[in-house]
Each structure stands twice: as C-alpha cells, then as structure tokens.
C-alpha cells in the first residue's frame, strides 16, 4: 500500500470508527482475496462494531498493493461511498510534517555564579542528554539470598505456583523466498539461551519455529485461550524479523516466515483482562527480539569516565526490513480515548522503536545474550525493571553501531524472578 494510502485511513480513522458499518463488509472481503475467513472471524471478534470498524482500518494497511482501492470499490458497492469519497479526499491532501524533537545540549548560563579564580570556565556550559555518567548503576551483586528483603512488602507480584507459568518462544529463522526477508542467522543461538533460561526460572517453556503469520496468531491464541487460573505469570518471546506499523499502543510489528506482519499490540491484546480473563491481575512478559524500523545509529560522543565494551565479534546482521510507516506517527483521538488500560503488562523491546536490532551469527542477538547473562547474574536478587535497566546499559556501551533496548510497562507491582 502506498503512503499517501495509509496516510488517508489514518487521518480517516475517526469518522471510520464512527460511521462504518462493518457487517456488509465480510463476504466482499474474503470474496476478493483482502483477508480469509479466520481473519474475518478474528475481526468480527474484535468487540463492538466500532472496536471491529478500528481493527478492519489498522489490517487494511498489512493488506497489499491492492487493498486500498479495493476496500474502495467495496465500501461503494454496499452503500457507504460517502466514506469511499471521503479517503480519495484524505489521499490527495499532502502530508503534515512531523515535528521533530530538539534534541540539543541543555545550556545553562554561568556568568552570574562565582568562579574559581584559577579555572577559565565557558560562558556557557553543555550538558549532553542521556550521558553515560548519568545513567543509574547498580550496586555489586549481593551475595544469594542477600536479598530476600527486597521482596518482603506488599508491591510484589507473588509467585508460588511451581511451574510459575507458561512462556511461550517463536523463533523465526527462515522465510519464504518471495518475501526478500534473510535468514536469521544466530536465531537458533538465542532460543536455546532462553530455552535454558526461563526452564531454571521455573516456567514451562514451549517452542515453535518458522511460523507464517496466521500460525503465529494461532499459536498465541491458544495461549491465551488456556487456563492460567493456577499459574502466577505467562512469558511470550518473539524471536523475528520486524517492521514499523500503525499502532495505537504498542509500537512496532513481528513479520510471520511469509512476510506478513503482525502488530506487537495485538499480541499483547490477546493476553489482556478481556481477552483472557485467568491472568487478570497476574504479570505478562513480552520479549521482543525484532527490529523497531530501519534507522542505524551511530550514537554521538560522550565524555564520561564509563568503560566502552567491544561488540561481539563476527558477522553482524539486523533484523530491520523495508516497511514504510506513516508520517507523524500519532493516533486519531478517537482510538485512544475508548482504550482500557492494559495493567499487568510489560513489553520490553530489543530496540528503540524505529531503529534497527542487531544480530551476531555465532553468539546471537546482542539483546538475547545480554538479557540472558544479566538474568543469570541478577534474577536471584534484583527486580525484572532493575534488570532491563542493566540490560540497555550493556548494550548502549558496545562500539560501532548503536542499540537502546527500551520497555513499556504497565505492570502494578515489583516482579522478582522465582529461584531456588
């Protein structure tokens, strides 16, 4: 779908939601080759015709080349072509440009202090954002067992079920051909770390490999349809290639081995209260081993006294794929306002949204290897936010290209790992 396309639902999603009726639609859909029948049924799911009339807009852009202007012809054929007039009008406007954040030194004006008589201090002093001297270090590991008081008050998640929960790896390494996406070399690598991880933290560990996208949804479906109601937690792992996509929530998509992608929010939906209610009030993990976009970063120079660790040696590969996003990358009014609020979930990612993750062939991914060592070193004594923070301050301080591995979360309490 071209951007000026995306861009027209996009700003159109609004009066969509609002005016759409989505029931008409279903048999011209699967009748013209937009979506099957399970993904039909997948939307119909969705909730209210309005929550279904949002779900329909957001797929339509996974939909192809084609999909615009048949959605076009479709909505004229049953009734609805003041909103097929309506996109046309939405296509032809030129797009908005983003606003891009300053990003420069804070300055902070000295002349009017006292100085050192023997110091020539600048007029002006500049103060690099996010400096490595200022990012939060962690104490030297305690000694096991040290920390049993860290989890003695009430803002803990209890875990005392043995297996504490399902955890659930997807590990994608190869793809079809006419998909043009590589083979993740060192995929492998990263599924028997976390295999070996979360089996010794007590969580019963499940593995599919080389899935296509509906395989995929069907697989997390099936989690999150199971009872959970004696288990305290559930862990889902993408191991893939990823993509930049509309999202109202969680940003970024997985790609399935044919290429098509799957939203990281409607993953994480399938697992929420409503969707599935036996691990209502109980933790969700999501590890997301993908790529957030295309961008490369070099990073900028910082002066600070922080050890710089080499990267891993050998052939780096990344996981980033050439999918267009919108531009200005915000969400109408509408879709936001009728959200419930997604509690008890976390969703860390292996890159910041829109940047690339990079991937060793022999060690794999730098997000894998040091999330596994940091789990290793921490998970006895130290909370899953602790551990993250570790996590992305490894990794920002490897040379050559950059990576910032970032979360989001929306858990309610602390979460300690169970060990023993």
């Given at each position: 779908?071209?951007?000026?396309?995306?861009?027209?639902?996009?700003?159109?999603?609004?009066?969509?939601?609002?005016?759409?009726?989505v029931?008409?639609?279903?048999?011209?859909?699967?009748e013209r080759?937009?979506?099957?029948?399970t993904?039909?049924?997948?939307?119909?799911?969705?909730g209210?015709?309005?929550?279904?009339?949002?779900?329909l807009?957001?797929?339509?852009?996974?939909?192809?080349?084609q999909?615009?202007p048949?959605?076009?012809?479709?909505?004229?054929?049953?009734g609805?072509?003041?909103l097929?007039?309506?996109l046309?009008?939405?296509?032809?406007?030129?797009?908005v440009?983003?606003?891009?954040v300053?990003l420069r030194?804070?300055e902070?004006d000295?002349?009017?202090e006292?100085?050192?008589?023997?110091?020539n201090?600048?007029?002006?002093?500049?103060?690099?954002?996010?400096a490595?001297?200022?990012?939060?270090?962690?104490?030297?590991?305690?000694a096991?067992?040290s920390?049993?008081?860290?989890?003695n008050h009430?803002?803990?998640?209890?875990?005392?079920?043995?297996?504490c929960g399902?955890c659930?790896?997807?590990?994608?390494?190869e793809?079809?051909?006419?998909?043009?996406?590589?083979?993740?070399?060192?995929?492998?690598?990263d599924?028997?770390k976390?295999?070996?991880?979360?089996?010794?933290?007590?969580?019963?560990?499940?593995?599919?490999?080389?899935?296509?996208?509906?395989?995929?949804?069907?697989?997390?479906?099936?989690l999150?349809?199971?009872?959970?109601?004696?288990?305290?937690c559930?862990?889902?792992?993408i191991?893939s290639?990823g993509?930049?996509?509309s999202?109202?929530?969680?940003?970024?998509g997985?790609?399935?081995?044919?290429?098509?992608?799957?939203?990281i929010e409607k993953?994480?939906?399938?697992?929420?209260?409503?969707?599935?209610?036996?691990?209502?009030?109980?933790?969700?993990?999501?590890?997301?081993?993908?790529?957030?976009?295309?961008?490369?970063?070099?990073?900028?120079?910082?002066?600070c006294?922080?050890?710089?660790?080499?990267?891993?040696?050998?052939?780096?590969?990344?996981?980033?794929?050439?999918f267009?996003?919108?531009?200005?990358?915000t969400?109408?009014?509408?879709?936001?306002?009728?959200?419930?609020?997604?509690s008890d979930i976390l969703?860390?990612?292996?890159?910041?949204?829109?940047f690339?993750?990079?991937?060793?062939?022999?060690?794999?991914?730098?997000?894998?290897?040091?999330?596994d060592?940091m789990?290793?070193q921490?998970?006895?004594?130290?909370d899953?936010?602790?551990i993250?923070?570790?996590?992305?301050?490894?990794?920002s301080?490897?040379?050559?290209?950059?990576?910032?591995?970032?979360?989001?979360?929306?858990?309610?309490?602390?979460?300690?790992?169970?060990?023993?």
């Open positions: 779908m071209e951007e000026a396309q995306r861009r027209a639902l996009r700003r159109g999603r609004a009066r969509l939601v609002e005016a759409l009726q029931a008409p639609l279903w048999d011209p859909l699967e080759g937009l979506f099957t029948r993904m039909v049924e997948e939307l119909q799911s969705a209210s015709r309005g929550d279904q009339a949002r779900q807009v957001i797929d339509l852009e996974t939909r192809g080349k999909a615009f048949v959605f076009l012809s479709i909505l004229r054929d049953t609805q072509g003041d097929a007039d309506m046309i009008k939405e296509c032809e406007c030129p797009p440009s983003p606003q891009l300053d030194p804070v902070l000295l002349r009017g006292k100085r050192n008589k023997n110091v201090f600048p007029e002006r002093l500049s103060i690099p954002i996010q490595e001297s200022e990012r939060p270090q962690m104490p030297p590991v305690p096991r067992g920390a049993v008081d860290k989890r009430g803002l803990v998640y209890k875990l005392k079920a043995d297996p399902h659930l790896i997807l590990n994608n390494v793809f079809s051909r006419d998909t043009n996406l590589s083979a993740r070399v060192g995929s492998n690598v599924c028997k976390l295999e070996k991880r979360f089996k010794s933290l007590h969580f019963d560990v499940l593995i599919r490999q080389n899935l296509k996208a509906q395989e995929m949804v069907s697989e997390l479906r099936k999150a349809q199971r009872n959970h109601s004696a288990l305290d559930c862990i889902v792992v191991l290639h993509c930049q996509v999202h109202i929530q969680f940003p970024g997985v790609y399935g081995t044919d290429g098509k992608p799957i939203p993953i994480v939906n399938y697992f929420n209260g409503s969707n599935c209610p036996t691990l209502r009030g109980k933790p969700k993990l999501f590890f997301i081993q993908a790529c957030g976009g295309e961008q490369r970063d070099r990073g900028f120079p910082v002066d006294d922080s050890p710089s660790n080499e990267a891993p040696g050998g052939s780096l590969e990344s996981d980033a794929t050439p267009r996003t919108l531009a200005g990358g969400d109408e009014p509408d879709a936001v306002a009728s959200l419930p609020t997604p969703v860390s990612y292996s890159t910041f949204p829109g690339v993750s990079w991937r060793d062939a022999s060690r794999g991914s730098w997000y894998v290897e040091t999330l060592n789990l290793e921490y998970a006895h004594s130290e899953l936010l602790d993250l923070t570790q996590v992305a301050n490894a990794i301080a490897k040379e050559g290209y950059k990576q910032i591995p970032g979360y989001f979360n929306f858990l309610r309490k602390k979460f300690f790992f169970m060990c023993k």
